[in-house]
């Protein structure tokens, strides 16, 4: 398998569709860098990243507002296709399994998008089982 990991900014409001019977929270990413090419210029380059979030988190959309800073993992795939001045060009999709919201377009974090960004990576953890005392005396090591 093959997973890629991106942090960056959206690009647009995050859109909400419905295929079939399976919602899909559509957004794109830009991810920026800067490096120096061999002339020793400096270079600005950004990548975007389509997105598409087959999950039943949808309420998360409402926070992936354009501008926002996020951080999304998943499986890459790649697009040819012929830009509007008909030359070729390739597009970068991911199929999103994690995202999580880093701070807010004016650069804050509120409590709302940490709420959100916990529930949306909720990991379980499960109960201690019988086998553990519950006296911290009798460690077994």
Same mark, same amino acid.
């Given at each position: 398998?093959?997973?890629?990991? $991106?942090? !960056?900014?959206?690009? +647009?409001? #995050?859109? *909400?569709?419905?295929? %079939?019977?399976?919602q899909v929270i559509n957004f794109s990413v830009a991810h920026n860098e800067r490096f120096k090419d061999r002339n020793g210029q400096?270079?600005?380059?950004?990548?975007?990243?389509?997105?598409?979030?087959?999950?039943?988190?949808?309420?998360?959309?409402?926070?992936?507002?354009?501008?926002?800073?996020?951080? $999304?993992? !998943?499986?890459?795939? +790649?697009? #040819?296709? *012929?830009?509007?001045? %008909?030359?070729?060009?390739?597009?970068?999709?991911?199929?999103?399994?994690?995202?999580?919201?880093?701070?807010?377009?004016?650069?804050?974090?509120?409590?709302?998008?940490?709420?959100?960004?916990?529930?949306?990576?909720?990991?379980?953890?499960?109960?201690?089982?019988?086998?553990?005392?519950?006296?911290?005396?009798?460690?077994?090591?």
């Amino acid at each position: 398998m093959i997973s890629l990991q $991106v942090i !960056g900014n959206l690009g +647009a409001d #995050a859109e *909400t569709n419905t295929v %079939g019977n399976n919602q899909v929270i559509n957004f794109s990413v830009a991810h920026n860098e800067r490096f120096k090419d061999r002339n020793g210029q400096m270079v600005d380059r950004t990548v975007w990243i389509r997105c598409a979030y087959w999950r039943d988190q949808t309420t998360l959309a409402q926070y992936l507002r354009k501008g926002t800073q996020v951080f $999304v993992e !998943g499986i890459p795939s +790649a697009e #040819a296709y *012929t830009d509007k001045s %008909g030359q070729p060009a390739a597009a970068l999709r991911l199929r999103v399994n994690r995202v999580e919201l880093l701070g807010s377009a004016s650069g804050g974090s509120n409590d709302a998008q940490n709420q959100e960004r916990q529930s949306a990576n909720a990991t379980f953890v499960p109960p201690p089982s019988d086998s553990m005392s519950q006296d911290s005396d009798d460690l077994p090591f």
